[in-house]
């Protein structure tokens, strides 16, 4: 069979093997059963495929070079050697992330003519190889790493500075779970005593609830002319990849329903969710909504409101029966401002007016996350072909979260309403 046939029907299984993965993410879902073995049944295809098409063009490569005075060198092998054949210059040795980004496009077999393993790749600290994998992956060099975690964890979204995962080496976090009260009469308490009067001895109740890390990944498409241009590459990497993985990590905190994500706090048990006032009309904030929320939530001296921009007509004109507003505004970071003297986030991780959710009332103290610490990895896809004139890079992350409680406790005194870390708005009626 010709090259150009084998590319072709690689190009065929690699596309349906992206349609069937874009497909279920479409509907916010993870592949069936049946489009799971299709998939293994393509990629176990795919795999044959690459290689065969490797072994052609390494043929064609020996065939040109007979004749000529010089001996052309067999091509290395596909996998990742686990240590440099030459010392390295230094950890990584590259001058910036748009020319380490070509060297790992460079050191994939299928970029044909163009293939070389760039000894710096071959540094300790850049070697990161994958069972399966053909051309394996090569973990981003750590200064690079670390500036790309910065602008993906870093205080460049409101909420994700809020919430700040916590570094970890591990892929499952498991965490001594309490979910008493001080009040409640589980686990740790406290006594008086009195004279010589025995002791008594308080029970740890704990949950050791776990948390997984799952991957959050940016398929990044990029032209050979971008490629060839490393200062816009750099860019065009930095820029867009961390921007849309931390999009989707703060998505999942609030709205993930942890299956294959993080658990939000709007899908968890923890919820407390404040109803519309009797007669209110529909996409409408009143004054009792936003005093009801306060009192439902834990410590709300550590709250903050999270809302999305429809709202701001709404809370511009809250005010108590006394005409006192419940919104100030700042100015400084304007509109910005605060609701009964807690901060305002605008975001779009909040619904539009009149959703549940458009308003929330939330304690950070409340979410866990976790991030796997120097987990990043660059890997230059091998589903697409040099003759498309594109190739593509993967950033992969782990990232893991959930609620603190699985539900709202029940207060010391008072009226009996639950309370939590995390309060929303419920839907207005239409």
């Given at each position: ?282 996409k409408t904030i009143v004054a009792k909504n936003v005093a009801k929320m306060w009192s439902r939530l834990l410590m709300p001296s550590r709250g903050v409101w999270l809302a999305n921009g429809d709202t701001l007509p709404e809370l511009l004109t809250l005010e108590t029966e006394n005409g006192q507003p419940l919104w100030q505004p700042n100015f400084v970071d ?97």
């Amino acid at each position: 069979m010709s090259i150009a046939l084998l590319k072709k029907e690689a190009r065929e299984t690699s596309q349906r093997i992206e349609s069937r993965i874009v497909g279920a993410q479409s509907q916010g879902r993870d592949l069936t059963a049946d489009e799971q073995a299709a998939h293994n049944r393509d990629q176990g295809s795919f795999d044959r495929q690459l290689a065969n098409i490797q072994r052609l063009e390494a043929v064609a490569a020996a065939s040109t070079s007979i004749g000529n005075d010089h001996v052309v060198p067999a091509q290395p092998s596909a996998s990742i050697p686990a240590q440099p054949r030459n010392p390295a210059p230094s950890a990584d040795g590259f001058r910036s992330l748009g020319e380490f980004a070509m060297a790992v496009r460079n050191a994939n077999p299928a970029v044909g003519s163009s293939f070389r393993m760039d000894e710096r790749l071959s540094a300790p600290a850049n070697v990161h190889t994958e069972q399966g994998d053909l051309a394996g992956s090569f973990l981003v060099p750590a200064e690079y790493r670390e500036s790309i975690a910065d602008l993906v964890f870093g205080d460049s979204d409101e909420i994700m500075n809020l919430i700040s995962p916590e570094p970890t080496s591990k892929n499952k976090v498991q965490r001594l779970g309490d979910e008493t009260t001080p009040w409640g009469t589980d686990g740790v308490q406290a006594y008086w005593r009195g004279g010589a009067d025995q002791m008594t001895a308080s029970k740890l109740k704990l949950t050791a609830p776990e948390t997984a890390l799952h991957e959050c990944y940016a398929f990044v498409n990029a032209t050979e002319e971008l490629l060839e241009d490393a200062p816009r590459l750099t860019t065009y990497l930095t820029r867009k990849a961390p921007s849309a993985i931390r999009w989707k990590a703060v998505e999942s905190f609030v709205k993930g329903d942890g299956f294959g994500k993080p658990m939000g706090w709007m899908n968890s048990g923890s919820l407390v969710s404040v109803a519309a006032e009797p007669g209110q009309a529909a996409k409408t904030i009143v004054a009792k909504n936003v005093a009801k929320m306060w009192s439902r939530l834990l410590m709300p001296s550590r709250g903050v409101w999270l809302a999305n921009g429809d709202t701001l007509p709404e809370l511009l004109t809250l005010e108590t029966e006394n005409g006192q507003p419940l919104w100030q505004p700042n100015f400084v970071d304007a509109p910005g401002g605060a609701i009964l003297g807690r901060p305002v986030f605008w975001t779009e991780h909040a619904e539009t007016l009149g959703a549940s959710g458009d308003l929330q009332f939330i304690n950070p103290d409340g979410y866990e996350a976790f991030r796997k610490a120097n987990g990043i990895s660059l890997q230059e896809s091998i589903h697409l072909f040099f003759d498309f004139n594109v190739r593509a890079f993967r950033w992969i992350f782990r990232i893991g979260g959930q609620p603190v409680l699985s539900a709202p406790v029940t207060p010391a005194s008072g009226s009996g309403n639950t309370k939590s870390h995390f309060v929303a708005l419920a839907a207005r009626p239409a």
